[in-house]
């Protein structure tokens, strides 16, 4: 029942996140709306106190941490990929602009993409965390979080927030 439900789900996301056409009374089309999948996530540098585990207890946002966004066919092939930067509270916005589904179902972005940290600035943080799965990648959550403007939508999926660790932690903060 729940995999019914979730299939149904998957193909409607589908239809809302792709571009449509109208036509208009003169029997041409035009595109009415241009609509995009976008992913979202916030990158941290983890306190020495949680080193280790998934906590963000007195983490702090990195501004300019490169994040990457992969997506994979359904046969296993990369079909995007693109490295983003985090603005200045380390929130990432990822337009995934260039992003085709060859199967609508299986290549849907809940399925088929992840979200990985790459780079951060801190030389004293900058070792990867496998916060929310950072190290392998980080699925997506669909969140029914939309962004409307004229002539323009989002449909915006998050990745958990994502860490990076200090590579100098002391004993005492294990």
Known sequence: MA????????VLLLLVAFPYTKGSADGSKTTEKKIEVVVEATVYCQSCDHFGTWSLIGAKP????????????????????????????????????????????????LHSCYVKP??????SCSLLSNVNYGLNGAPLRYENKKLHVSKY???IYAAGPLAFHPSECSLTHH
Request: proline content about 6%; hydrophobic content about 35%; glycine content about 4%.
């Open 118 to 123: 790459v780079w951060s600035p801190l030389e």
């Open 3 to 10: 995999a019914k439900h979730f299939s149904i789900l998957s």
């Open 62 to 109: 990195i501004p300019a941490a490169r994040v990457s966004v992969t997506c994979k066919s359904h046969n296993g092939r990369v079909n995007y990929y693109k490295v983003f930067e985090t603005d200045k509270n380390g929130y990432l916005y990822a337009p995934l602009e260039g992003f085709k589904m060859q199967h609508y179902i299986l290549d849907h972005p």
């Open 153 to 155: 939508e989002a449909v």
